[in-house]
Protein backbone atom coordinates (compact mmCIF):
# COMPACT_ATOMS: atom_id res chain seq x y z
CA UNK A 1 0.00 0.00 0.00
CA UNK A 2 1.18 3.48 -0.69
CA UNK A 3 0.17 6.55 0.56
CA UNK A 4 0.55 10.60 -0.68
CA UNK A 5 -0.41 14.21 -0.36
CA UNK A 6 -0.60 15.70 -3.95
CA UNK A 7 1.20 19.28 -2.86
CA UNK A 8 -1.06 20.98 -6.04
CA UNK A 9 -4.00 20.48 -4.58
CA UNK A 10 -3.82 18.79 -1.27
CA UNK A 11 -5.56 15.47 -2.43
CA UNK A 12 -5.03 12.45 0.18
CA UNK A 13 -4.05 9.40 -2.37
CA UNK A 14 -4.09 5.84 -1.34
CA UNK A 15 -3.10 3.17 -3.83
CA UNK A 16 -3.95 -0.33 -2.92
CA UNK A 17 -2.37 -3.47 -4.78
CA UNK A 18 -4.64 -5.54 -7.08
CA UNK A 19 -5.76 -7.88 -4.56
CA UNK A 20 -5.68 -5.99 -1.14
CA UNK A 21 -8.37 -5.15 1.02
CA UNK A 22 -9.66 -1.59 1.25
CA UNK A 23 -10.85 -2.27 5.01
CA UNK A 24 -7.56 -2.92 5.94
CA UNK A 25 -5.77 0.17 3.81
CA UNK A 26 -8.36 2.21 5.62
CA UNK A 27 -7.69 0.81 8.63
CA UNK A 28 -3.72 1.26 7.92
CA UNK A 29 -4.65 5.24 6.63
CA UNK A 30 -6.38 6.13 9.75
CA UNK A 31 -3.14 5.08 11.78
CA UNK A 32 -1.36 7.45 9.78
CA UNK A 33 -3.61 10.35 10.75
CA UNK A 34 -0.35 11.74 12.55
CA UNK A 35 2.07 11.91 9.04
CA UNK A 36 -1.20 13.00 6.79
CA UNK A 37 -1.93 16.18 9.07
CA UNK A 38 1.59 17.25 8.69
CA UNK A 39 1.96 16.60 5.38
CA UNK A 40 -1.36 18.65 4.83
CA UNK A 41 0.01 21.20 7.41
CA UNK A 42 3.14 21.76 5.14
CA UNK A 43 1.15 22.32 2.16
CA UNK A 44 2.00 26.05 0.36
CA UNK A 45 -1.03 28.60 1.85
CA UNK A 46 -3.61 29.14 -0.08
CA UNK A 47 -3.66 32.78 -2.43
CA UNK A 48 -6.93 34.33 -2.29
CA UNK A 49 -7.01 37.05 -5.55
CA UNK A 50 -8.66 40.04 -3.76
CA UNK A 51 -7.90 43.57 -3.93
CA UNK A 52 -4.26 44.65 -2.48
CA UNK A 53 -2.96 40.58 -3.36
CA UNK A 54 0.63 41.47 -4.52
CA UNK A 55 1.09 38.50 -7.39
CA UNK A 56 4.14 38.01 -9.37
CA UNK A 57 3.52 37.93 -13.46
CA UNK A 58 6.89 37.05 -15.38
CA UNK A 59 8.50 37.53 -11.92
CA UNK A 60 7.60 41.26 -11.86
CA UNK A 61 5.68 41.83 -8.43
CA UNK A 62 2.65 43.21 -9.01
CA UNK A 63 -0.35 44.95 -7.18
CA UNK A 64 -3.71 43.97 -7.69
CA UNK A 65 -5.93 46.84 -7.10
CA UNK A 66 -9.56 46.87 -7.75
CA UNK A 67 -10.78 49.72 -10.10
CA UNK A 68 -13.36 51.28 -11.29
CA UNK A 69 -14.28 50.97 -15.72
CA UNK A 70 -13.09 48.06 -17.73
CA UNK A 71 -10.45 45.85 -18.30
CA UNK A 72 -7.58 44.64 -16.82
CA UNK A 73 -4.08 46.41 -17.56
CA UNK A 74 -1.31 47.31 -15.75
CA UNK A 75 -0.05 50.84 -13.70
CA UNK A 76 3.63 50.42 -12.84
CA UNK A 77 3.94 48.14 -10.22
CA UNK A 78 -0.07 47.68 -9.94
CA UNK A 79 -2.15 45.55 -12.00
CA UNK A 80 -5.68 47.07 -12.27
CA UNK A 81 -8.50 45.10 -12.44
CA UNK A 82 -11.92 47.10 -13.23
CA UNK A 83 -15.53 45.36 -11.71
CA UNK A 84 -17.06 44.20 -9.20
CA UNK A 85 -14.69 42.71 -6.39
CA UNK A 86 -16.72 39.26 -7.01
CA UNK A 87 -15.79 39.61 -10.52
CA UNK A 88 -11.85 40.13 -9.67
CA UNK A 89 -10.66 36.66 -9.64
CA UNK A 90 -11.99 35.43 -12.93
CA UNK A 91 -11.38 38.52 -14.69
CA UNK A 92 -7.79 38.84 -13.86
CA UNK A 93 -7.28 34.54 -14.25
CA UNK A 94 -8.56 35.32 -17.78
CA UNK A 95 -5.89 38.03 -18.22
CA UNK A 96 -3.60 35.97 -16.72
CA UNK A 97 -3.75 33.38 -19.26
CA UNK A 98 -3.82 35.73 -22.07
CA UNK A 99 -0.75 37.27 -20.63
CA UNK A 100 0.58 33.88 -20.29
CA UNK A 101 -0.54 32.62 -24.06
CA UNK A 102 0.95 35.65 -25.36
CA UNK A 103 4.33 35.25 -23.92
CA UNK A 104 4.68 31.35 -24.71
CA UNK A 105 3.87 31.62 -27.65
CA UNK A 106 6.47 34.35 -28.46
CA UNK A 107 8.69 32.14 -27.18
CA UNK A 108 7.76 29.21 -28.42
CA UNK A 109 8.01 30.87 -32.27
CA UNK A 110 11.24 32.58 -31.02
CA UNK A 111 12.90 28.75 -30.11
CA UNK A 112 10.84 27.15 -33.32
CA UNK A 113 12.86 29.70 -35.85
CA UNK A 114 16.31 28.83 -33.77
CA UNK A 115 15.72 24.66 -34.19
CA UNK A 116 14.32 25.26 -37.85
CA UNK A 117 10.99 23.38 -37.21
CA UNK A 118 7.30 24.47 -37.26
CA UNK A 119 4.97 24.40 -34.33
CA UNK A 120 1.21 23.41 -35.47
CA UNK A 121 -0.19 25.25 -32.55
CA UNK A 122 0.23 26.41 -29.02
CA UNK A 123 -2.59 26.78 -26.34
CA UNK A 124 -2.85 26.98 -22.71
CA UNK A 125 -4.69 25.07 -20.01
CA UNK A 126 -4.20 24.34 -16.86
CA UNK A 127 -2.99 20.77 -15.96
CA UNK A 128 -1.88 19.47 -12.93
CA UNK A 129 0.87 16.88 -13.26
CA UNK A 130 2.62 18.97 -16.33
CA UNK A 131 3.83 22.30 -17.47
CA UNK A 132 4.01 21.87 -21.13
CA UNK A 133 3.36 18.80 -23.60
CA UNK A 134 4.19 18.44 -27.05
CA UNK A 135 2.14 15.81 -29.17
CA UNK A 136 3.52 13.80 -32.25
CA UNK A 137 2.01 16.13 -34.60
CA UNK A 138 3.60 19.12 -33.34
CA UNK A 139 0.99 20.98 -31.03
CA UNK A 140 2.15 22.36 -27.50
CA UNK A 141 0.54 22.92 -24.35
CA UNK A 142 1.62 24.64 -21.79
CA UNK A 143 0.08 25.63 -18.24
CA UNK A 144 -0.77 28.99 -17.78
CA UNK A 145 0.57 28.78 -14.04
CA UNK A 146 4.44 29.33 -15.96
CA UNK A 147 3.39 33.20 -16.18
CA UNK A 148 3.22 33.34 -12.11
CA UNK A 149 7.01 31.79 -12.34
CA UNK A 150 9.94 33.96 -12.78
CA UNK A 151 10.24 34.35 -17.12
CA UNK A 152 13.55 32.23 -17.24
CA UNK A 153 11.28 29.40 -16.16
CA UNK A 154 8.77 29.65 -18.30
CA UNK A 155 11.38 30.71 -21.24
CA UNK A 156 13.29 27.48 -20.26
CA UNK A 157 9.93 25.26 -20.60
CA UNK A 158 9.16 26.79 -24.12
CA UNK A 159 12.52 25.86 -24.97
CA UNK A 160 11.52 22.19 -23.38
CA UNK A 161 9.13 22.00 -25.69
CA UNK A 162 9.89 22.86 -28.99
CA UNK A 163 13.25 20.75 -28.50
CA UNK A 164 10.78 17.91 -28.15
CA UNK A 165 9.42 18.33 -31.84
CA UNK A 166 13.16 17.35 -32.73
CA UNK A 167 13.34 14.46 -30.21
CA UNK A 168 10.50 12.97 -28.86
CA UNK A 169 12.10 11.76 -25.95
CA UNK A 170 14.58 12.55 -22.70
CA UNK A 171 17.60 11.64 -24.53
CA UNK A 172 20.81 12.79 -24.33
CA UNK A 173 20.29 14.62 -27.65
CA UNK A 174 17.17 16.83 -26.72
CA UNK A 175 18.66 17.38 -23.58
CA UNK A 176 21.30 18.66 -25.60
CA UNK A 177 18.72 20.34 -28.24
CA UNK A 178 17.03 22.14 -24.78
CA UNK A 179 20.88 23.91 -24.09
CA UNK A 180 21.74 24.68 -27.19
CA UNK A 181 17.97 26.65 -28.04
CA UNK A 182 17.81 27.99 -25.10
CA UNK A 183 22.03 29.16 -24.61
CA UNK A 184 22.67 27.87 -21.37
CA UNK A 185 21.66 25.15 -18.58
CA UNK A 186 17.89 24.96 -17.54
CA UNK A 187 18.88 23.00 -14.47
CA UNK A 188 18.20 26.18 -12.46
CA UNK A 189 14.91 26.47 -14.02
CA UNK A 190 13.78 22.94 -13.24
CA UNK A 191 15.00 23.34 -9.48
CA UNK A 192 13.12 26.17 -9.00
CA UNK A 193 10.07 24.01 -10.32
CA UNK A 194 10.53 21.30 -8.22
CA UNK A 195 10.97 23.52 -5.12
CA UNK A 196 7.99 26.23 -5.80
CA UNK A 197 6.00 24.72 -8.35
CA UNK A 198 3.29 23.60 -6.25
CA UNK A 199 2.74 26.78 -4.81
CA UNK A 200 1.63 27.91 -8.66
CA UNK A 201 -1.17 25.67 -8.36
CA UNK A 202 -2.71 27.37 -5.21
CA UNK A 203 -3.02 30.79 -6.26
CA UNK A 204 -6.60 32.03 -6.26
CA UNK A 205 -7.82 29.38 -3.75
CA UNK A 206 -10.41 30.77 -0.95
CA UNK A 207 -8.52 30.28 2.25
Not at 101 to 108: D, G, H, K, P
Request: hydrophobic fraction near 40%; glycine fraction near 8%.
Amino acid sequence: MRLSVDPRDGGVRLVLPKRGSMREALRWAEAKRDWIEHQLGALPPTRALTDGTVIEVAGEPLTVTLVSGRGVKRDGDRLLVAGPQDMLATRLVRWLKKEALARLQAETDRFAALAGITVTGVAVGDPRSRWGSCSARGDIRYSWRLILAPYEVLEATAAHEVAHRLHMDHSPAFHAAVKRLLGRDPSPERSWLRANGASLHWLGRDP
